[in-house]
């Protein structure tokens, strides 16, 4: 990773998975069965977009739903999973089919308001900006856009399968550990990506 | 002219579109609907073309033509995918829509592009046209959810010999579907004469030009003459709201010379409103782009009460320029209002009414929603991130192996 850091963004275009469930049981099967992507989508469609809003009080599409359609308890434990945590789809998965197994309500066959399963096709940017070092890096990190932010400190987990965000495993590499590790420990799925690149900038900025 | 979007976006933002747009440069792509102003799919077009075209995607829009016969049949088509009302298609009105279709298919050059993008179902049988290595994506701005049988599957022999189909939002996605579906919401242009920035003495003069009380709240709903709008559930729920507070609605719209229903609508709601001296009925000509602009900006609360909604624009143009709005939960008015967060979802009379009382009574948590609608809009509906989502498709489309 020593070296320089490529600046990239992320976007998506939704798509529909035509799959569309109204009852407990029919949406564990569906999560069991539904494309990485749409798993991907329903983490994180909440802070990929509404990037500029507050936080709703639900941040991922099944604790909302589950919400909506009165099942409080198993909303809050569904929204209590946080993915940063589980950069596997597959694993973030089988959390959130455990999580869903064990609640008693999914036993039985009542009829919610429809889920409709979405998934996406994404798109990542390269912007040809590269940081040599760590100042280069500051300046360029500052001009990046919100889905610059999303796709380094989110997606590359996904995408690499590992718990670091690129901008704090290239610190590392140059040896600002400190700041890297301070900018992994940030609390992401609880902000929106606006404050995210505010507090990496704070962090940035600290100390020099 | 992108250049101009920046002050709603970022530098970065739009040098992001560039970068979308790198390996489309030189690709040629046909935009095809049913007419060239009014209505919403006109409106995007228009700024969303010279868009495409400023990126180097080489954008043409074509409409097509139809006689009496052909737009009456659309429009019913129109209706039943939109409502399943009982009604059924005629094989002589299948004919005739065959027989414009293949005018159209003579007289529209669809062959020299790379990409072609039908718009609703007036166009769609111009799918016939179709060649090899071209990628042909049928764009619905109709609500689906719950089409007449007859009518989906009259459109239906159409949609799956297409490369993709795009819609509003997940739910009018219909089971039948076997082709790539893509959900793209629909986009104001925020640099549109209906949506730029006004002098404040521009709004009240306009607002003064109608009648307007500047002292006294004033609450709207901008939409067409329509049955499916609500404008009589609307007057009900003012009503209700006018026991507490001295304010003002107004009802602005317009009668289009294809929708007969329209002008009775109008003169229904004429009719019952006359003795009000505080509901202001405004029948105004389709481009009165100034005065819609100026009337959402002078309102204290907007309303949007359909009972159906392929999206409803309006409700981003009025959040857009920092207003709560109280609207109905169906259809694109859902997508575009976070209940209690940019406004309020509401589902009777009764709802729209506690909900209006609750804004006016807080003028506090009007300016907060407000603030927070236009933050919601620059994300999700400006007509920048609709070019970037038609960019997006088109390089998948194109680009991406199947």
């Known amino acids: 990773m020593k070296g320089v850091f490529k600046f990239r963004a992320e976007h998506w275009i939704v798509k529909s998975t035509i799959i569309r469930v ?45 919400y909506k359609n009165n099942c409080l308890e198993l909303a809050e434990k569904i929204s209590a999973i946080d993915p940063i945590e589980y950069p596997d789809l597959e694993e973030l998965r089988r959390v959130f089919l455990k999580v869903l197994e064990e609640d008693p309500c999914v036993g039985t066959d009542r009829v919610m308001s429809p889920f409709y399963f979405l998934s996406v096709e994404r798109e990542v940017v390269d912007y040809g900006l590269v940081a040599r070092n760590f100042k280069e890096f500051v300046e360029i990190f500052r001009n990046s856009s919100v889905n610059s932010v999303f796709y380094h400190s989110i997606a590359f987990r996904v995408d690499s399968k590992m718990p670091l965000n690129e901008y704090s495993l290239w610190l590392s590499s140059i040896g600002e550990n400190k700041k890297a590790d301070l900018i992994n420990k940030l609390d992401i799925y609880s902000m929106n990506l606006y404050e995210v690149k505010s507090e990496i900038v704070n962090i940035l900025e600290e100390g020099r | ?180 579906t893509y959900i793209i919401p629909p986009s104001i242009d925020p640099l549109h004469p209906k949506n730029a920035e006004l002098l404040e003495s521009d709004v ?109 624009l309006v409700v981003s143009e009025a959040m857009w320029k920092m207003k709560p709005v109280v609207g109905s939960n169906v259809g694109g008015i859902k997508e575009q209002i976070l209940d209690g967060i940019t406004g309020y979802l509401v589902n009777s009379v009764e709802g729209t009414a506690v909900r209006i009382r609750q804004l006016l009574s807080n003028p506090e948590l009007i300016k907060t929603m407000g603030i927070r609608a236009r933050e919601r809009v620059r994300h999700r509906f400006l007509i920048t991130r609709h070019l970037r989502d038609y960019l997006l498709m088109i390089k998948k489309l194109l680009f991406s192996s199947p």
């Not at chain 1, 989508?41 to 909302?64: D, M, R």
């Not at chain 2, 500047?214 to 009900?236: C, M, N, Y």
């Not at chain 2, 309303?303 to 909604?309: A, L």
């Open chain 2, 204 to 312: 009240k003069a306009i607002l003064e030009k109608f009648g307007l009380d500047l002292e006294k709240p004033i609450i709207t709903q901008v939409s067409r003459f329509d049955k499916l709008k609500d404008p009589f559930g609307v007057v009900a729920a003012f009503k209700v709201v006018r026991k507490k507070y001295d304010c003002q609605l107004v009802l602005l719209g317009s009668c289009a010379s294809d929708d007969p229903e329209g002008e009775v609508v109008y003169k229904e709601l004429v009719s019952q409103t006359v003795d009000e001296k505080d509901i202001f009925v405004l029948n105004l000509p389709p481009d009165s782009h100034l005065e819609v602009n100026a009337v959402q900006r002078g309102s204290t609360v907007v309303v949007q009460k359909s009972i159906k909604e392929g999206f409803g």
């Open chain 2, 1 to 180: 002219m992108l250049d101009n979007y920046v002050r709603f976006l970022d530098e970065m933002s739009l040098r992001e579109l560039h970068l979308i747009s790198r390996d489309l440069r030189g690709i040629r792509v046909l935009h095809v609907n049913s007419t060239s102003k009014g209505g919403g799919v006109a409106e995007i077009l228009s700024s969303l073309v010279p868009l495409m075209n400023e990126l180097g995607v080489r954008t043409d829009w074509k409409v097509i033509e139809g006689d009496n016969k052909f737009f009456n049949f659309t429009k019913k088509l129109h209706n039943l995918l939109h409502y399943p009302y009982p009604d059924s298609i005629e094989s002589n009105e299948i004919v005739h829509y065959f027989k414009i279709t293949y005018y159209n298919s003579s007289r529209i050059d669809t062959e020299n592009y790379d990409v072609v993008f039908i718009h609703d179902p007036q166009p769609m049988g111009l799918i016939v046209k179709k060649v090899i290595g071209q990628k042909w994506i049928w764009r619905c701005h109709i609500d689906t959810s719950t089409p007449n049988p007859h009518a989906w599957r009259f459109i239906e022999n159409f949609i799956n010999a297409y490369d993709a189909c795009v819609f509003h939002i997940p739910e009018f996605v219909h089971e039948s579907i076997r082709i790539p």
């Open chain 1, 22 to 66: 109204s009852t407990l049981g029919e949406f564990v099967e569906a999560l069991r069965k539904v494309d990485p992507n749409a798993i991907f989508y329903h983490v994180y469609a909440n802070i990929f977009f509404n990037c500029g809003e507050s936080t709703s009080f639900f941040n991922n599409s099944f604790a909302y739903w589950l």
